[in-house]
């Protein structure tokens, strides 16, 4: 198998909205991503990925798209894109955009057309479906947002599916126009020179033969069986390959949604053509046992050790995968998984070392590499995000949960945690992101956790990641190799050897707040550290002591 640039590559997420602020209006934009490319690549990122900046009603901050070939205008110009894709490769970094192809904004020139009547040429981009007998929605199904997934268009008594708000109408992929128009899209960018696409929800584009309704599953499930995974899709995945992607020095990355370890060989088995890899949600929602804002499980360690196996275990030599613990929709990172407070700086560099030495693609967020934490938002008016908003009004007539509760929901799982601008500087207002009134608000603990400290500090998280990813470039066997568990039912400690070749190490991490020690088997006093968060590492004969979250790289060759 050969470790192509996006085998090897780690990919840098940059949610444009919250990154960097260049004219003060409080809102980020692309001049200011261009101020922050030498940053970025003193990280060793190989690839950036940006969230949607194309235009857009930001019903849901840009993953409702009106133009597909333009920039929104609050992100700057298409002139400002042509000098952002030029300072990325001038400095040997790739760029991928965010493809919603799902779903397009109902201000879309298209979804304009098609509700005027329902014999208009675009009227089949979508799905319309007559009243129930008793006057409702065709089906059962639900928004991914909360309330039906279907909206009642008064002109022609016909309802339209959107998977997600009801200004997100999902596009009808069976009608080849559809297909030539997104694909038309993708090859505008890519003749620009953009590097490939991160795939939105494409796991949903074809529907259920139908529309039945939903059996009574569960969320997850019914995104599994219903929702995801239709009957046209495969084909789709990979005309869209063939006719497009084939074409460049390009790859697709997609959110893995619905997928699981039996059926994700058909996306990204290399055999298949379809995609060049996915990051699946098992990680990334191993504490939501049904959906955000319903019951939350506690992080167990060895079931995380369970799915790491299974989905590696699931594409060993025949596919490919990337690895993320955040993105723009979840909480952050070191609070979920970690201690965001007494431990703060050891979980956060703990858990990289972890998942920079898993097998695939690297996938960080912005600002996890400075240990960027969840927010308390005051009230109701301080939260942003649509989906927590649309919970909140829901709630408000269900009354499941108490406003307080609602909200302390919010403040724990709310994808507004991951959206607060980027700490730059504790001595600037707003961290440094903007003068202006942020559209969303600034994290308090700016003043302590920011870019600013972080540079000056060898010791920080940010310092920490730059050493690591750097390491990582050097040792393939990080991106991929044959695994050995150790004491794999520990609940406190996660430990592996890893194998490529002739190059071996070994991964040492403690998940507890407390010194936890093990048997290594073998004398390992004599071996090189790689990595390591803390100062020293305690071993004795055969004995290791970690320390609370001590992460440990060695080199076992
Ligand atoms: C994906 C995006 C999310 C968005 C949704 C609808 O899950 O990551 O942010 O709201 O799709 O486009
Ligand atoms: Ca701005």
Redesign the pocket.
């Known amino acids: 198998m050969e470790l192509t640039w996006f085998k090897k590559g780690t990919i840098y997420q940059i949610y444009p909205r919250s990154f960097n602020d260049s004219n003060d209006d409080g809102i980020g934009d692309l001049r200011g991503i261009i101020e922050k490319l030498d940053y970025i690549h003193s990280l060793h990122i190989d690839i950036i990925w940006l969230?949607p900046i194309f235009s857009s009603p930001n019903d849901?901050?840009g993953?409702?798209i009106s133009d597909y070939c333009s920039i929104m205008s609050e992100f700057g110009t298409m002139e400002d894109f042509d000098v952002l894709l030029k300072e990325t490769h001038k400095r040997g970094m790739r760029l991928i955009l965010d493809l919603?192809a799902?779903?397009c904004s109902d201000e879309h020139k298209w979804f304009e057309e098609a509700r005027k009547s329902k014999d208009n040429p675009y009227r089949d981009y979508f799905h319309w479906k007559k009243p129930s007998i008793d006057g409702g929605p065709p089906n059962n199904w639900k928004s991914?947002?909360g309330g039906s997934a279907w909206e009642l268009d008064e002109v022609s008594d016909e309802y339209y599916l959107h998977l997600?708000t009801k200004k997100?109408p999902d596009l009808n992929w069976e009608n080849p126009k559809v297909r030539e128009e997104i694909y038309d899209a993708m090859r505008f960018w890519l003749d620009k020179g953009v590097d490939g696409f991160r795939m939105?929800?494409i796991p949903l584009i074809s529907k259920p033969e139908g529309y039945p309704d939903a059996p009574d599953i569960g969320f997850r499930k019914i995104i599994e069986d219903v929702y995801a995974n239709g009957p046209t899709l495969h084909r789709y995945l990979n005309e869209m390959n063939e006719e497009v992607i084939s074409k460049y020095d390009a790859f697709s990355l997609a959110?893995g949604?619905g997928i699981n370890e039996d059926t994700v060989g058909l996306y990204v088995n290399y055999d298949r053509k379809e995609l060049d890899m996915l990051y699946h949600f098992d990680i990334l929602e191993c504490t939501i046992v049904n959906g955000k804002f319903e019951e939350v499980s506690p992080f167990d360690l060895v079931q995380m050790k369970h799915i790491f196996k299974k989905w590696r275990d699931a594409i060993h030599q025949t596919g490919w995968i990337a690895n993320a613990m955040g993105?723009?929709?979840f909480a952050r990172m070191v609070s979920r998984f970690g201690d965001d407070k007494k431990y703060h700086k050891e979980s956060a560099k703990m858990l990289m070392t972890m998942l920079s030495t898993q097998n695939g693609t690297l996938n960080i967020y912005q600002g996890d590499e400075i240990g960027m934490t969840n927010i308390s938002l005051l009230n109701i008016d301080e939260v942003r995000d649509?989906?927590s908003l649309n919970f909140y009004k829901e709630n408000k007539i269900t009354h499941k949960y108490t406003e307080e509760l609602a909200l302390e929901m919010i403040n724990k799982e709310g994808?507004d945690n991951a959206r607060t601008p980027v700490q730059w500087d504790g001595d600037e207002i707003n961290g440094g992101f903007s003068k202006g009134e942020p559209w969303l608000k600034a994290n308090p603990n700016y003043k302590d956790i920011n870019v600013a400290y972080q540079e000056k500090d060898p010791n920080s998280i940010l310092n920490f990641y730059r050493n690591l990813l750097k390491t990582r470039k050097e040792h393939d066997v990080f991106v991929h190799g044959d695994f050995e568990e150790i004491e794999f039912n520990n609940p406190k400690l996660y430990i592996y050897k890893k194998k490529l070749g002739k190059e071996e190490i070994m991964v040492m991490l403690n998940f507890n707040s407390s010194e936890e020690s093990f048997d290594a088997g073998s004398n390992i006093n004599e071996v090189e550290v790689l990595v390591n968060n803390y100062e020293n590492l305690d071993v004795e004969n055969n004995n290791v002591l970690l320390k609370p979250y001590q992460g440990v790289i060695l080199d076992l060759k």
Request: hydrophobic content about 30%; glycine content about 0%; cysteine-free.
């Open positions: 969230s849901d901050n993953y409702d919603v799902n779903h991914f947002f997600f997100q939105d929800v959110e949604v993105n723009h929709d649509i989906q994808r």
